[in-house]
């Protein structure tokens, strides 16, 4: 399975944007890009997904590099309720989905 | 809808011990999932199913055991419980549409002791 790497942690303050990276350089052309977060104490949410191109929704953008090697989640405004750990996962673009998740980037949000 | 409910929330083992975490989901999802996630570790998968009578292992699956014999229902079985088993268990469930959009219970915390 195709791995992803992610930074430990980031920090944003509420109210500005906020971009989680991460990197996927082995990912194939059928490996779909999905992000989860998990707040504290909770099951996992899910965010965002995406193949080739931009997404957005109304919780996040995902942005994907042309080569797919690397995608981006953005987040336009921080709130304090964003704070939590995000997951950056690839899956096969088979009928079963599973997801292989790593460790995550922790996101804290300063007032 | 209730989405997906997992019962029970906490529950402490002892050592060679057997439980079932139950799960149900009221949203009609052909695809249901069981994960366990360790203190600091993001989630494994132990076994998934993609349809009634239809189940398949994960990374995971030694020392579980599951059944679908509904479309609502996906219980995971832990027969002799051992200390490793310690962990956060998820169920989570997507439809066969938007089977990249799974939804998660709210977990049951175990301990073995």
């Known amino acids: 399975d195709a791995k992803t790497t992610q930074p430990n942690s980031m920090e944003s303050n509420e109210e500005e944007p906020v971009h989680l990276p991460c990197n996927h350089s082995t990912i194939s052309g059928t490996d779909y890009i999905h992000w989860y977060r998990q707040l504290p104490s909770q099951g996992p949410e899910y965010v965002i997904h995406g193949l080739t191109s931009n997404v957005n929704n109304r919780m996040a953008s995902l942005a994907i590099a042309e080569d797919r090697k690397s995608s981006t989640l953005i987040l336009h405004r921080a709130t304090l309720r964003d704070a939590a750990v995000y997951y950056c996962i690839l899956t096969y673009g088979g009928a079963t989905n599973k997801l292989i998740f790593g460790t995550g980037t922790l996101l804290a949000v300063q007032p | 809808n209730a989405g997906v409910t997992q019962t029970p929330k906490f529950r402490i083992l002892k050592i060679g011990q057997s439980m079932t975490l139950q799960c149900t989901q009221d949203?009609?999802?052909?695809?249901m999932y069981w994960y366990r996630q360790d203190p600091g570790m993001g989630l494994k998968l132990i076994y998934y199913?993609?349809?009634?009578?239809?189940?398949d292992k994960g990374e995971v699956p030694n020392g579980y055991n599951v059944s679908r014999s509904t479309t609502e229902d996906f219980p995971l079985r832990l027969e002799l419980a051992a200390p490793s088993q310690t962990s956060v268990y998820f169920c989570a469930s997507s439809s066969w549409a938007s089977r990249n959009e799974q939804y998660f219970g709210p977990g049951t915390r175990l301990t073995v002791t």
């Open positions: 199913s993609v349809g009634a009578g239809i189940t």
């Open positions: 949203m009609n999802h052909n695809y």
